[in-house]
């Protein structure tokens, strides 16, 4: 079966950097769409960004407009890891983090949790000011 397991988290300070990973087994996950989540205390779920393989090396990123500029998403497909890089961390930053695979393989933007169907437990970021 499936599993995603996130890594990475931590305290930091504003300013800091973070990379978070995302170890996926029990499927293909080369091809796959997949996406970080957060969620702060007491609030929703919000999407973060997502990779979708666009054809042979090709993949496209996309991002939340409160992250963009600040946060990365890879992946290293020999490994099965994709990575959200996190740097200039800011206190509203602090939330844990998700990641989550889709069966499609689709290159869009993906920023809808439904599209989802496999996620980790999550990890916790925390950023002090």
């Known amino acids: 079966q499936v599993q995603l397991v996130e890594s990475g988290g931590g305290l930091v300070q504003a300013g800091d950097s973070l990379r978070l990973s995302c170890a996926a087994s029990?499927?293909?996950?080369?091809?796959?769409?997949m996406g970080w989540f957060r969620q702060a205390p007491g609030k929703e779920r919000e999407y973060v960004g997502n990779i979708g393989w666009g054809g042979g090396a090709i993949y496209y990123t996309y991002y939340a407009d409160s992250v963009k500029g600040r946060f990365t998403i890879s992946k290293d497909n020999a490994k099965n890891i994709m990575y959200l890089q996190m740097n200039s961390l800011r206190p509203e930053d602090t939330a844990v983090y998700y990641c989550?695979?889709?069966?499609?393989?689709?290159?869009?933007?993906?920023?809808?949790?439904?599209?989802?169907?496999?996620w980790g437990q999550g990890t916790q970021v925390t950023v002090s000011s």
């Open positions: 029990g499927g293909t996950f080369s091809t796959a769409a």
């Open positions: 989550a695979a889709a069966q499609i393989s689709g290159y869009s933007r993906l920023s809808n949790e439904k599209a989802y169907d496999y």
